[in-house]
């Protein structure tokens, strides 16, 4: 079974800190994401990774920065975190095929005070 | 950009009754999956529907693919207590390697 671990479950930090949420997966996977869910606007796609050192922007990824230096890891890098940056954030990952489900980590929710 | 719509954001069935959830999107897509995330839990992938007209069922859920590949909706029979959740569309479009989630249906189901 496919295992896609995020790092931290619940993470609390201040206004104008770095942060970073870190993912791993288990299961080779070319394809990675992040995600932030937000009540009534779904998943929104923030960077997605589709080899390593490669990143493409999603729909929101003003604020935000990755890496991704190993195949297994995809971090989520916040460079100066602001409070509407709190939200529920999630990672998947998916084999190479655009056909193939994702497989999503359990999220981390990030408060900034 | 791609946008896909879902509708209603929230409803309250009382068990035993039926639930229906609907997808559109503003383009063709090339496949559309379905996700359920219970409270406190991660989206889970349910089933992907890939040709136009496709209706698909797991017991009692019921998957359809509109025929011209734009909407789709997932429809629940005789809901149970087990089915409370939110329940996500998302579709590829073209050659794209990323989803486009809406914006999810929350499924209260009432004893």
């Known amino acids: 079974d496919v295992k896609v671990t995020q790092s931290s479950r619940y993470l609390v930090k201040r206004t104008g800190e770095k942060v970073f949420l870190e993912c791993v997966q288990d299961m080779d996977h070319e394809n990675m994401f992040w995600y932030r869910q937000d009540p009534g606007l779904g998943l929104r796609l923030i960077y997605f990774s589709y080899d390593v050192k490669m990143k493409e922007k999603g729909d929101i990824p003003e604020g935000y920065s990755v890496s991704r230096e190993k195949k297994e890891r995809f971090s989520l890098i916040l460079e100066s975190a602001s409070t509407n940056q709190t939200s529920m954030y999630l990672c998947?990952?998916?084999?190479?095929?655009?056909?193939?489900?994702?497989?999503f980590g359990d999220g981390t929710r990030l408060s900034i005070l | 950009g791609q946008q896909v719509m879902q509708i209603p954001q929230y409803q309250h069935v009382q068990e035993g009754e039926d639930f229906t959830t609907y997808c559109n999107s503003s383009t063709t897509l090339s496949n559309i999956q379905w996700y359920k995330q219970r409270p406190g839990g991660h989206p889970v992938f349910l089933i992907q529907?890939?040709?136009?007209?496709e209706v698909k069922k797991q017991k009692r859920l019921t998957f359809q693919f509109g025929e011209a590949k734009k909407n789709s909706s997932l429809h629940i029979t005789a809901t149970q207590t087990t089915d409370v959740g939110t329940y996500f569309c998302a579709g590829h479009s073209g050659s794209a390697r990323q989803l486009t989630f809406g914006s999810g249906t929350q499924l209260t189901v009432l004893p």
């Open positions: 529907l890939v040709k136009s007209g």
């Open positions: 998947a990952s998916t084999m190479d095929r655009t056909s193939q489900p994702q497989h």
